[in-house]
């Protein structure tokens, strides 16, 4: 067995134990028994991709069959045969100079890896975490979301059927559970979700000095200057927003927008989602808000922003009326220029709703993104060298896309992560192998002289 319901602490570290024992117990994993552990992960993908998309349909009411295949099954099958390819590379012990002898850099496996995700991508998060963990040579510890119970559920039931208890375990169960796991002496923790609950999560660890991997969010901004291709960039803009409905991480969150280019840039937006969305409330490919807690605090922002005077500009071609029987479904919405009081610029939005900040110069942008918590991403589009090194240099944020959005996320060849408020630390290949071994520096002195 490798999954426990409602595990008391107890449980948690009866396994956690027996996977510490386990991998004391015998030489690290080869190369090739990492290859094979991974092959066995590759396997769930392929073999069980329908009731993986079946399973997030279930849980979020309704999502789009096209994007649970693309962002849980072929993008962590990806990483998952990327990682396999790279692999053998990545181990190799790595040179260093030395006044001295001989000098070298050697990964080590940490011993056992905790995992806790979230709910928008769970398939994506615990296969691209997975991938990573055992790639370094780790046991694994995994604690889902019980926001997304059947596919908890269902990643519980697979991860049981391939792997022993001592190699991959899975824990459901609720917040008492998540806050339990936390809590326990892992070798490593990596954790994906909200900042306020990653400060919790932080502090659970400290008490055994567990280092942790927080991948958290924020506000990402997107600046679109005078110089881009601008109906190129308002599409590929509004198309990252409604993915999921914007329950990503790195979902565009805010818009800069030169002044004098807002109406167009909301004529645009309204001929994209007419082209890619002509109906909405039945649409199998518009995802639904994930539940009612959630649906009420998007509804909150709009109500909050109608009442403050913001102009809101709904993206419904059909003019559908979600008012009935529309399971928790949003209306994609443009908000004109909302003040800086208002709860939508306070919050990460992760919801399909889209506020539009107009500015005059460059500088009054990065002054802007500067005087917020760091983000998890940021977006560029424009092909002025100077202007974009401006943005480079002058903000910092875990990660840029530059000319479009959410890629550099899914680019296995640059770490993940974010920066302050946004998180600590990073993942994805090389860095992902990185972030779960020790780098342990290893010096052999020359020999004296005879």
């Known amino acids: 067995m490798s999954a426990i319901e409602s595990s008391p602490s107890t449980d948690i570290r009866t396994i956690l134990e027996k996977q510490r024992a386990a991998f004391l117990a015998r030489e690290p994993y080869s190369c090739d028994e990492r290859c094979e552990l991974l092959d066995r992960a590759i396997g769930l993908l392929v073999n069980h991709e329908q009731e993986i998309v079946e399973a997030l349909t279930a849980d979020f009411g309704h999502r789009s069959p096209g994007f649970s295949k693309g962002s849980e099954v072929l993008s962590p099958l990806a990483t998952l045969k990327q990682t396999k390819a790279e692999l053998a590379e990545w181990m190799r012990p ?189 649409n199998p490919e ?76 460059i500088s009054e942008v990065v002054a802007r993104i500067n005087a917020r918590p760091r983000p998890l991403a940021l977006y560029y589009f424009g092909h002025d060298a100077a202007e974009e090194a401006l943005v480079l240099t002058r903000t910092c944020s875990g990660g840029v896309t530059l000319n479009g959005v959410l890629s550099h996320a899914s680019t296995e060849g640059l770490p993940f992560g974010g920066v302050g408020q946004s998180g600590m630390g990073a993942y994805h290949g090389i860095d992902g192998f990185r972030t779960f071994s020790h780098a342990k520096a290893v010096l052999r002195t020359a020999a004296n002289p005879a």
């Open 94 to 282: 790595e040179q260093r100079q030395a006044r001295v002898g001989e000098a070298w850099v050697q990964y080590q496996p940490l011993g056992v890896v905790g995992i806790v995700t979230a709910w928008n991508v769970p398939g994506y998060m615990v296969f691209s975490g997975l991938a990573g963990a055992l790639a370094a040579g780790n046991r694994v510890m995994i604690k889902p979301s019980e926001f997304t119970p059947h596919t908890s559920a269902l990643i519980a039931r697979l991860i049981r059927s391939v792997y022993d208890e001592d190699e991959v375990a899975v824990i459901v169960g609720g917040a008492e559970v998540g806050q339990t796991f936390c809590s326990q002496p892992f070798d490593h923790l990596l954790f994906t979700g909200a900042t306020s609950i990653g400060k919790h999560v932080l502090r659970a660890a400290a008490d055994n000095l567990v280092p942790v991997t927080l991948e958290l969010g924020g506000k990402s901004p997107t600046i679109i200057s005078r110089t881009a291709d601008f109906k190129d960039a308002v599409a590929k803009v509004v198309i990252g927003k409604l993915l999921n409905a914007g329950q990503l991480c790195v979902a565009p969150d805010y818009v800069f927008v030169p002044q004098e280019s807002v109406d167009a840039f909301i004529a645009v937006a309204k001929a994209v989602v007419a082209g890619f969305f002509p109906t909405l409330k039945d």
């Open 286 to 361: 518009y995802t639904s808000i994930i539940n009612a807690r959630h649906y009420e605090r998007l509804q909150g922002y709009l109500s909050e922003a109608r009442e403050a005077g913001v102009e809101l500009i709904e993206l419904n071609a059909a003019a559908e009326d979600f008012n009935e029987g529309a399971r928790n479904k949003i209306v994609p919405t443009l908000l004109r220029n909302p003040g800086d009081e208002l709860q939508i610029m306070q919050d990460e939005i992760f919801g399909p709703l889209l506020p539009i900040i107009p500015y005059d110069a």
